[in-house]
């Protein structure tokens, strides 16, 4: 099953799609409905992705970084009470993702031609996994078993990114597919169905296929990340 809607997050962004609770309202639509028994939730794994649209939209509500972190903390607590009450359905392992490093997300990194991550966004990114990760082990204290599991998502970005602190390739953090001008992105066309946007000559070389969204190589080194640190703790 899958509930996500693309370009939400946990509390209201600026798309017009359900946020987290209203998604987990879904689920529990189909529990009432019995399309799912307490037998199927007991042998099932929740995975919770919070992906950085809430700091989007708070950022173009005209916040700053100064008032970050209190902002942090509100999301995390909404954040971990989504997760209680996906447990409470009877699901009895639920996987959240930590934040990947958002500074070195192409839509940033483009203000120095590629070549630096914004220190700002990913120390923004380290304070909420730190916040995150606290959360669940107070939950997991709380409930006396290990319930919920974080995805390290932020390392395991960086590892593929860093070497010793330093960038291994100043291209990781190219995107692959780009708009011709910067009024357009990628796979925009004009009105006459002209593509405005260029893909790289070796896609599958990319992390980031575009401004925002990691390429099917990134999430791939990602997988390899968490299948050889994380993963083996869902079951």
Partial sequence: MNFA???TGVFDTFVNAPNMATQIDFFQQLLDEKVYTKQDLSSSVALVSLAGNDYTAYMQR?????DMPAFTASLVNQLSANLKRIHDFGVR???VTTLQP???LPVLTAFSSYQQCSKNWNAASKFHNQKLQQAIERMNNESGRQIYETLDLYNAFMSKLNNGGNL???SFLTPCCVGVESNYSCGNIDKNGAKKYVICDQPELSVFWDLVHPAQNGWHQVFLFLNSSSLHQLY
């Fill in 5 to 7: 809607f693309g370009g």
């Fill in 62 to 66: 005209n916040g700053n970084f100064q």
């Fill in 93 to 95: 392992k639920i996987a």
């Fill in 102 to 104: 958002l500074g070195c």
């Fill in 168 to 170: 291994k390739s100043r």
